[in-house]
């Protein structure tokens, strides 16, 4: 759509800039705050600075919500059942959770704080992704972060 974006994966950003990070409140916490630090920056050059990551905690998004200007942290909260979860999980990290063997994970062993009023709420649950993306791009168009009229596959 011509927009200047970036998406910081957590699988990826966890590997390089946080893999000396665990996942203790602490760590996570910390692993937040950095991702909220390195958006900051990319936000203030312009580009549009997508997350794809859980943060449990609403302190802590909450925290990065001040640390940008009135209106350029989106939260998009992704509602969708523990049991759909865990059914769409290719790489088998709940069962490995299940079983003890990741400790501190976020909807089994450790808690996740929904959102209170998140900007926008996408079912993931009940829709594909192509309406889920599309309800998105629509939002930012709303929002006039993007000014493109049409999705282009």
């Known amino acids: 759509m011509g927009c200047k ?3 910081f994966d957590g699988d990826n950003v966890r590997h390089g800039l946080n893999k000396n990070l665990g996942f ?4 996570r916490r910390e692993n937040v705050r950095r991702i909220g630090e390195m958006c900051k920056l990319f936000v ?3 580009v549009i600075a997508l997350t794809a990551f859980i943060s449990p905690y609403r302190e802590d998004r909450d925290t990065i919500r001040m640390m940008v200007k009135d209106g350029d942290f989106i939260e998009i909260y992704c509602d969708c059942s523990l049991d759909v979860c865990e059914s769409r999980d290719v790489k ?3 069962a490995r959770a299940r079983r003890g063997e990741i400790p501190e994970f976020t909807g089994i062993s450790a ?3 929904m959102p209170e009023s998140p900007e926008l709420i996408v079912y993931t649950e009940n829709m594909i992704i192509g309406e889920c993306v599309a309800k998105v791009i629509n939002y930012l168009k709303e929002k006039g972060v993007i000014n493109q009229t049409e999705i282009k596959d």
Request: charged share 30%; proline share 6%.
């Open 24 to 27: 203790s409140r602490e760590d």
């Open 111 to 113: 808690p996740y704080e």
């Open 92 to 94: 088998g990290i709940y």
């Open 44 to 46: 203030e050059a312009g």
């Open 5 to 7: 974006t970036f998406v």
